[in-house]
């Protein structure tokens, strides 16, 4: 059983375009989270919902906008990609402990 | 704000001890995790420091120093698959985590 699973592994689009990555966690967590990681491998938080409520929100432009239809899901939608937006993105949960479990991450590229 | 400074790669052969250090500087300090990332993998937690001193978890410990801001990994019996990177993360409120830049061990035979 994957604990945490991402869809699409990898995405593929064209500036301007709208896409959007889903996050599943079979955990029971009631805290999920959004990372990116750029090309030299920094992972930078984006977002954190707990319990379907947005608890930490970093500065991310406002062309992501995070959503959480239940605690065991949080899902990520771009608009307008721009050359800059591709990196890794990867979903989290946690318990409320310190252990975060990472899922396996989206390969976003944008041409 | 937070930073973490980490040293970026080293090599080492098979059977060695590695130490990867870590200092921070942090408004909110409730402590430092370690994670493993294989290329192309996910982060995957090892360890986590809250107070200070070492954990030991098997070939792997950490240890922290609050008063000084520091923290290593030593990564001891080195093995092939220990070949990832390594980064340390502060846990700040709301469990917010902010990584450092991680730094890449090699292994080699």
């Known amino acids: 059983d994957t604990a945490v699973s991402q869809t699409p592994k990898y995405l593929v689009t064209q500036m301007g375009n709208d896409k959007s990555i889903k996050c599943e966690q079979n955990?029971?967590?009631?805290?999920m989270y959004w990372y990116k990681q750029d090309s030299k491998k920094f992972l930078k938080i984006m977002f954190s919902?707990?319990?379907?409520?947005?608890?930490i929100n970093e500065t991310v432009p406002n062309r992501f906008s995070p959503k959480s239809p239940d605690k065991a899901h949080l899902n990520l939608h771009i608009n307008s990609l721009e050359l800059g937006d591709s990196a890794v993105y990867f979903c989290?949960?946690?318990?409320?402990?310190?252990?975060?479990?990472f899922g396996p991450g989206t390969r976003l590229t944008v041409t | 704000g937070q930073s973490l400074e980490q040293p970026s790669e080293v090599t080492a052969v098979e059977g060695a001890i590695v130490q990867i250090n870590c200092t921070y500087q942090?408004?909110?300090?409730?402590?430092l995790s370690w994670y493993q990332q294989h290329d192309g993998g996910a982060p995957t937690f090892l360890s986590y420091?809250?107070?200070?001193g070492l954990e030991e978890t098997g070939r792997f410990s950490s240890f922290l120093s609050r008063s000084d801001s520091y923290g290593y990994l030593l990564l001891q019996e080195l093995q092939m698959k220990d070949s990832a990177s390594y980064f340390c993360?502060?846990?700040?409120?709301?469990?917010?985590?902010?990584f450092g830049k991680g730094n890449q061990v090699v292994v080699i035979p």
């Open positions: 989290a949960s946690g318990g409320g402990s310190y252990e975060q479990y």
């Open positions: 993360a502060v846990r700040g409120g709301n469990n917010r985590l902010a």
């Open positions: 942090t408004s909110g300090f409730y402590g």
């Open positions: 919902y707990n319990n379907k409520e947005l608890i």
């Open positions: 420091n809250a107070l200070d």
């Open positions: 955990l029971g967590h009631d805290t």
